[in-house]
């Protein structure tokens, strides 16, 4: 496992250059970011080391959003790692459901720099304050 004092990110997004620009923000607010060109790659690494957010595409070649929200529920129940889903789809039916599985609206791309770090320390705070319910 790494040991590091920052929250780990895990970034998974097909698109190299949108890709680096997250990353470039979310590094400037003090995560440590690990990259994905898709769900399969990132599902590996979840293995290894566990997030403390995962900010995902919904779509992508070889996994899918959804279908990585699906498997890190399925199978790592205990981690509870809070997703955040980012696309540019026009499609109702896919934004509704981004929402609703991650307990969160879904950003729309391209995202402002200060949208997606507002969105992520709304989430992460959303995401303490649980597992603080549940602790007590």
């Avoid at 004092?5 to 995560?31: C, Q, T, W």
């Avoid at 997030?51 to 992508?60: Q, V, Y």
């Avoid at 981004?98 to 402002?112: D, E, I």
């Avoid at 992520?120 to 603080?132: A, D, G, Q």
């Amino acid at each position: 496992m790494i040991k590091t004092d920052k929250k780990i990110v895990f970034l998974v997004e097909d698109n190299p250059a949108y890709r680096l620009v997250i990353k470039v923000v979310l590094e400037k607010i003090g995560f440590m970011v690990m990259q994905f060109e898709n769900g399969r790659k990132a599902s590996e690494m979840i293995e290894h080391i566990k997030p403390n957010l995962i900010i995902s595409d919904l779509d992508m070649p070889e996994m899918n959003g959804f279908q990585l929200y699906k498997f890190v529920r399925s199978n790592y129940v205990e981690y509870s790692v809070p997703f955040l889903f980012i696309s540019s789809t026009a499609s109702k039916k896919k934004r509704k459901k981004a929402s609703k599985l991650s307990s969160f609206r879904m950003l729309n791309k391209p995202v402002s720099p200060q949208d997606l770090e507002d969105a992520i320390k709304e989430r992460l705070n959303v995401k303490e304050k649980e597992s603080s319910i549940v602790k007590n």
